[in-house]
């Protein structure tokens, strides 16, 4: 059973501060992880995506993977009030068949 | 054109009707996927079409019929719901490709549909 594991939270961050959310993934065949954010009533919005053992930066956000751990995670540098929302760790395996964590509901404190 | 569109936006509907979601988009991509999303909980995988051809079909209930009429276009045929089948119906697309940094998928806004 391919799993993919996310604390569901609410993970409290202060505006400002660096939000850092966290997924493993079971499955060592994975080869693409991907990081939505979802807003309630929304669909799901690609901000991150990393293939590669790294760091992967695009503006306030950056992507680490350690494929050694099964580890990926997200971080939000300066953290607004519009960050509030739901992110869900995706990963892809073989059969470019997509597999979800269940989330982690970020709340920006102003 | 980066967008994945679906029609209609809400749809209410009783036990006994007939009714078709509709997706389309204009990327290019080859893999379109259907996902059903209850409150509170990640996107459930449904049915995957690649290359126009049906490649993974959940065990969804026959209630639930997918149809692909060209690379740009995936339809989702619905006929006696359930209540309990009530929930967000996301599209998504992807390039088919074997370089893995072609993988993303993109995600419409989703039909919101109530089943009465």
């Known amino acids: 059973q391919k799993e993919v594991e996310q604390n569901s939270g609410p993970l409290s961050v202060p505006e400002g501060a660096i939000a850092s959310l966290n997924c493993t993934y079971s499955d060592r065949g994975s080869q693409s992880f991907f990081w939505y954010r979802q807003y309630s009533g929304k669909s799901p919005e690609l901000i991150m995506f990393i293939y590669s053992n790294g760091d992967k930066e695009d503006g306030r956000f950056t992507a680490q993977l350690n494929k050694a751990s099964q580890y990926v995670s997200l971080l939000i540098r300066d953290s607004q009030p519009s960050d509030s929302a739901t992110y869900l760790c995706a990963v892809t395996d073989r059969d470019d068949k997509i597999i979800f964590g269940k989330g982690t509901r970020l709340h920006i404190l102003p | 054109d980066t967008e994945v569109t679906q029609t209609p936006k809400h749809l209410v509907m009783g036990m006994t009707n007939k009714k078709s979601l509709k997706c389309e988009q204009h990327m290019g991509h080859r893999a379109m996927y259907w996902y059903k999303q209850k409150a509170k909980k990640p996107p459930e995988l449904m049915f995957v079409?690649?290359?126009?051809?049906?490649?993974i079909n959940e065990s969804v209930p026959s209630r639930f019929s997918p149809e692909c009429p060209n690379s740009s276009l995936l339809n989702l045929h619905l006929h006696a719901l359930q209540p309990e089948d009530s929930a967000l119906y996301l599209c998504?697309?992807?390039?088919?490709?074997?370089?893995?940094?072609?993988?993303?998928?993109?995600f419409g806004p989703g039909t919101r549909l109530t089943v009465l």
């Open positions: 079409y690649s290359y126009e051809k049906l490649s």
């Open positions: 998504a697309s992807s390039h088919q490709s074997q370089r893995i940094s072609y993988n993303e998928q993109f």
